[in-house]
């Protein structure tokens, strides 16, 4: 049997549905490919025999053969997967205390892709039926289960995940061959990808069977001003967390509002804001709110006026590092708020003449140098070189930045308008734009050959 290197999901930008698509939870363990025939061996990414730690998976032997199979190792305690006593299984070398752990903390090995099958390769075979094949090849036992997914509904499956404690999901591409070794874009785990420090202002009250304890914790974080509200989350904990919490945030009850701007379309418990916590999130919204907010612990360790509402605030600190602005007259950061789709393409004759593109997201302008200025016909392609983000206002700059500073010259605009995203990820990008130049279709596609920050500008047929 030829040895396999486990197939790597790429990043999410954010929970998606399609019909295209399977969805998997996202396990918190050890990633590990098995190989079945007289021998048994279970490895690690790093190709560390895993068999002499988990000897309880050696029941894999009596529920197929003559298999490769890919999974994750997982210990379960209390309903979560526990990756500290994983990691303690996999490092502890003494036989009796091996078997000991086995029985007290035994682990469960949760397959979801098949190789390999009586010596022939099938992973070129599509997702679906290689799902198929697994599940006509290997039985359950005590301790190998098979993954469960669903179809089409990521959305609704993801919140599900996250209620239940649970990390995140995969979502992988039904078409898609196994690529071993490979980090893919048609496999994409989607989790929480940041985290802030939040006070708990209050809570909403529960509902149904959340009648005894809270629907969702209000939250905020302080700027200059005062408190601002950012939004309420009501997942990632479970009944009996739900319980102890409600018990120790209703010590801090008050009579008054702590926190303005709540919308209240539900009855609201107001607490002293002495309580902070750790949330995750997707992104924040156009009016500054967590998107998609996950409640990951309490932080007892952290006072609540440290709780800044700059966690959340996008930062454009290579912009601020470049420039004097006692001596240049290109704004500062302010956060003003944007539409979240403007762009504008500035005539900045430095040192070179060139053209930058801007285009608005997540708060800043994310930003590219092209020499030649963007191409006028389809077919047509331009150098882009990505240069640092620039705060939202520098979109209205128009000005000569002085000799001695940085890309000192005149700024003059020379195009903006609207644009809309209609891929936006790593080394890809595609829009349309609306401006008074620039119009249609056009994607920027990295080009690393030529650099890390390199990037070609296309403008598409429409
Ligand atoms: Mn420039």
């Not at 993954?147 to 979502?171: C, D």
């Not at 950061?333 to 005539?347: A, I, L």
Request: charged share 30%; aromatic share 10%.
């Amino acid at each position: 049997m030829k040895d396999y290197k486990p197939m790597l999901a790429r990043l999410a930008e954010s929970p998606f549905s399609s019909s295209d698509w399977i969805f998997e939870v996202k396990w918190d363990g050890i990633r590990a490919i098995s190989y079945v025939n007289e021998e048994l061996s279970i490895r690690s990414r790093k190709q560390k025999e895993l068999i002499g730690n988990f000897p309880e998976l050696s029941e894999l032997k009596d529920l197929t053969g003559n298999i490769v199979l890919d999974g994750e190792i997982i210990i379960m305690k209390d309903g979560r997967a526990d990756f500290q006593s994983l990691i303690q299984r996999m490092q502890n070398t003494n036989p009796r205390e091996i078997m000991y752990l086995a029985g007290k903390f035994p682990a469960t090995y949760i397959i979801f892709d098949i190789l390999e099958k009586d010596g022939k390769e099938v992973s070129d075979i599509p997702l679906t039926e290689r799902k198929r094949l697994l599940k006509n090849s290997v039985k359950e036992g005590n301790f190998v289960v098979l993954s469960l997914f669903v179809e089409e509904t990521g959305e609704a499956y993801y919140g599900a995940a996250l209620e239940k404690g649970l990390e995140g999901i995969i979502a992988k591409k039904k078409q898609s061959p196994y690529e071993p070794g490979k980090r893919s874009n048609n496999w994409l785990k989607i989790k929480p990808v940041k985290t802030c420090d939040c006070v708990i202002f209050g809570y909403t009250d529960g509902e149904g069977n959340r009648e005894k304890t809270f629907g969702s914790l209000i939250l905020g974080l302080y700027d200059k001003a005062g408190p601002v509200f950012i939004g309420k989350v009501g997942t990632g904990f479970s009944r009996e967390y739900m319980e102890n919490l409600k018990l120790s945030l209703d010590k801090h009850k008050v009579e008054e509002e702590t926190l303005p701007g709540v919308d209240n379309d539900r009855e609201i418990t107001w607490l002293r804001p002495d309580i902070v916590c750790k949330i995750g999130y997707q992104s924040i919204t156009e009016d500054e709110k967590l998107r998609i907010p996950v409640f990951k612990s309490l932080r007892e360790d952290k006072e609540p006026l440290e709780c800044t509402i700059d966690q959340i605030r996008p930062v454009v600190s290579d912009y601020t590092e470049k420039r004097d602005f006692s001596r240049t007259p290109e704004p500062q950061m302010s956060h003003e708020r944007g539409t979240g789709k403007s762009f504008v393409v500035q005539e900045h004759h430095a040192r070179r003449l060139h053209y930058d593109l801007r285009l608005e997201k997540d708060g800043v302008l994310k930003s590219w140098a092209v020499p030649k200025g963007p191409p006028e016909t389809s077919g047509d392609r331009r150098l882009a070189v990505q240069v640092e983000d620039h705060p939202l206002e520098y979109g209205k700059f128009e000005g000569a930045i002085p000799q001695g500073q940085y890309g000192a010259g005149t700024v003059k605009i020379w195009d903006k308008g609207f644009y809309e995203t209609i891929y936006w990820k790593e080394d890809k990008i595609e829009f349309i734009v609306k401006g008074e130049k620039m119009e249609g279709r056009y994607v920027l596609v990295k080009f690393k050959k030529a650099g890390e920050k390199n990037w070609l500008l296309f403008k598409g047929s429409d």
